[in-house]
């Protein structure tokens, strides 16, 4: 039922073009009131978070007993956030129509008081992502837990007060000190660079194009997210030229190299800080003299200081410091192009929330400047296209910061989705939230993830384990799975991987994952690849949907076009149409849907009109090959409890 005041932020006869637009575009909005008089309509319109306007919108034209009410305005000249909302006045009472209360773009809302806007992001018109990038799947290696290139199992330079497991399958676990709760001792497996270098023809059969690791810098911990020198390997994962020896074989197999970047803290123990005095140089903690000391900010030299969430082992920096943004970003070899050099394509920045915009800024431009096709991307866990961080909106996705984000949105999503937490409608407006704030180049370009090393292992949710929250953390080691759990998990796991590898942006892997790996939140996310004794089964599966994402561009950089949102299934589209992709590049003519059935019980049937898109037949690409022949432009089939399908026209 249609309200008597209607706008729809989704569809283009309300909104045209639809969601993101570069500065100056033109952009038509409107309205439609049931028949009868009104004394005034108007469209609010708030910018650059400081500028309002009211402009008094006409009725253009009748849609059946309907009244529309159309305006034509131009974006503003600079990149930034255009927020909108409608006023209408009937009977001398105010009537205000806005976004919904999800606050998710589409169908809105009326309100008696002033409504939460509609969102337009309008982006620089140069704004381009890497299309290599685009292009290819991502692996994500928490370097220690990977594997271990020295034959003999030899583990180097291991650091003093660590603990070494002498079983590579052991339970990962912190050693804490039972009064304060405080990280003493770190625990290591021994994974190193040599072990990724060896398994680089593993990752290219598995179709990766990209690797991720997980920072590789000298640094007291295990996870290296304490930097203690930022131009030098840790010596237990290698050095300098084990570094270039991996850069320059993963490019002879097309394979790209991206660094983790941590520079909104440093460790205590670094050579910067030197809190514990294992370097030779002068650190801020030692001296006001140090070359360092400005870096930090100290409230009560030297034990009391400004650290990350509390963490007195992770002092903050401050990142405007001329001497910091010389040493990371704009000297001759500073950090940012000095690894470049050295090999890799990109950057991911740790927590870019807590980085000032300029100091992000400037990082894109040294970077552009040493590699034009170097990725800059950055941790963010929420819609990147209005984050708020310390009270500014970011402005990550506009043309001068970040080439993608990690989509821990869309994460959230579709596990909601296959746990029966969200159905099929509420999935389809949360998607399309994002497909209509983030800009095109973005929407394709966003880091798709599933997990990583802050959240708990997909496979374990999936499979209805115990919340975390639930469980003591002895209980949380010693966690098995049922069969019917994993059966379940390993189903669903299925889906969310067919998803991932078919949905526009850059799908990521982490480690493990596509064998089957568990574990709840760090320590247990971060265990150890189970080199021969992964579920081949899975794994083949993963294979499979790889490589027909890298066959078919259409699946890459294809329209997405949504297409079924009922109950529990849920289905798209991927279009290549009159030889281009949706960036104008050259490409096959395509048509695949994908179709995903989370119920886990009951078989559902649908018919889809897909005779705009193609005719003919669609054959299966994941079932042997089985073919469905559209009957006057409709195509039925019926899921089956947790199935999916691929399909792609049999006819072009």
Not at 106 to 129: F, M, N
Not at 345 to 370: C, H, Q, S, Y
Request: net charge negative; charged share 20%.
């Amino acid at each position: 039922m249609t309200d008597w005041i209607y706008h729809h932020s989704h569809e283009v006869f309300y909104r045209s073009p639809f969601g993101a637009v570069p500065c100056a575009e033109k952009i038509t909005l409107a309205l439609t009131l049931e028949a009868g008089e009104v004394e005034a309509v108007f469209l609010r319109l708030w910018k650059y978070g400081r500028e309002e306007e009211k402009i008094a919108m006409q009725p253009q034209e009748n849609q059946g007993d309907r009244r529309v009410f159309r305006v034509q305005i131009s974006a503003p000249p600079r990149q930034g956030l255009l927020w909108y909302y409608f006023i209408i006045v009937k009977n001398s009472k105010v009537y205000y129509y806005g976004n919904n209360s999800q606050q998710l773009g589409g169908v809105g809302k009326i309100y008696d008081h002033e409504p939460p806007s509609y969102q337009i992001t309008v982006h620089k018109r140069d704004l381009l992502t890497p299309h290599w990038f685009k292009d290819a799947v991502m692996y994500q290696i928490f370097v220690d837990r990977f594997f271990n290139g020295h034959e003999t199992g030899q583990i180097l330079n291991p650091k003093k007060h660590c603990m070494i497991y002498p079983e590579w399958s052991a339970t990962p676990r912190y050693g804490k000190d039972t009064v304060t709760g405080k990280t003493v001792c770190f625990d290591f497996f021994g994974g190193n660079l040599l072990g990724v270098i060896k398994k680089l023809p593993y990752l290219k059969e598995l179709g990766i194009g990209v690797i991720y690791l997980n920072p590789i810098f000298e640094a007291a911990s295990s996870h290296k997210y304490d930097t203690g020198d930022y131009k030098k390997i840790d010596p237990m994962f290698g050095n300098d030229k084990i570094f270039q020896e991996l850069c320059s074989k993963a490019e002879q197999m097309g394979i790209s190299i991206i660094l983790d970047g941590v520079f909104s803290h440093t460790g205590s123990d670094s050579r910067y800080f030197n809190k514990e005095g294992h370097y030779p140089t002068l650190g801020a903690y030692q001296s006001k003299e140090s070359p360092y000391y400005a870096w930090y900010r100290f409230t009560n030299f030297p034990d009391q200081y400004d650290c990350w969430w509390g963490v007195d082992t992770l002092p903050n920096v401050n990142e405007l410091n001329p001497s910091y943004q010389e040493f990371i970003i704009t000297g001759e070899d500073s950090v940012i192009k000095h690894w470049l050099r050295m090999g890799a394509k990109g950057w991911r920045l740790d927590v870019v929330d807590e980085l000032p915009p300029e100091f992000v800024k400037k990082i894109r431009a040294a970077m552009k400047n040493t590699n034009p096709d170097a990725v800059l991307i950055g941790e963010v866990w929420e819609d990147a296209s209005h984050k708020i961080s310390y009270s500014e909106i970011r402005e990550y996705l506009l043309g001068e910061e970040l080439d993608s984000v990690m989509n821990y949105p869309f994460r959230s999503i579709w596990l909601d989705f296959l746990l029966g937490r969200a159905d099929a409608f509420g999935t389809h407006n949360r998607l399309m939230s994002l497909y209509e704030n983030y800009p095109l180049q973005h929407f394709y370009s966003t880091m798709n993830l599933i997990g990583t090393h802050d959240v708990s292992r997909a496979l374990t949710l999936l499979s209805d384990a115990p919340p975390e929250e639930s469980l003591s953390r002895e209980d949380q080691e010693k966690l098995n799975l049922s069969k019917e759990q994993l059966k379940l998990g390993l189903a669903r796991l299925r889906l969310l991987a067919l998803l991932q590898m078919t949905f526009p942006g850059v799908p990521c892997i982490y480690y493990g994952d596509e064998v089957g790996m568990v574990g709840y939140r760090d320590p247990l996310n971060r265990g150890t690849y189970p080199w021969g004794h992964e579920n081949t089964e899975l794994l083949a599966w993963y294979k499979k949907l790889i490589n027909l994402r890298n066959n078919y561009q259409a699946l890459r950089t294809g329209l997405w076009q949504p297409i079924y949102s009922q109950g529990q299934v849920y289905g798209y589209l991927r279009v290549t149409e009159k030889g281009k992709d949706v960036f104008n590049r050259p490409a096959s003519n395509n048509v695949f849907l994908v179709l995903v059935n989370a119920n886990r019980d009951i078989p559902v049937s649908v018919a889809l009109d897909l005779k705009k898109w193609c005719s003919g037949s669609m054959i299966d690409l994941l079932q042997d090959n089985q073919v469905y022949h559209l009957r006057d432009g409709f195509v039925h089939l019926t899921l089956q409890p947790l199935q999916g399908v691929l399909l792609a026209n049999n006819s072009l």
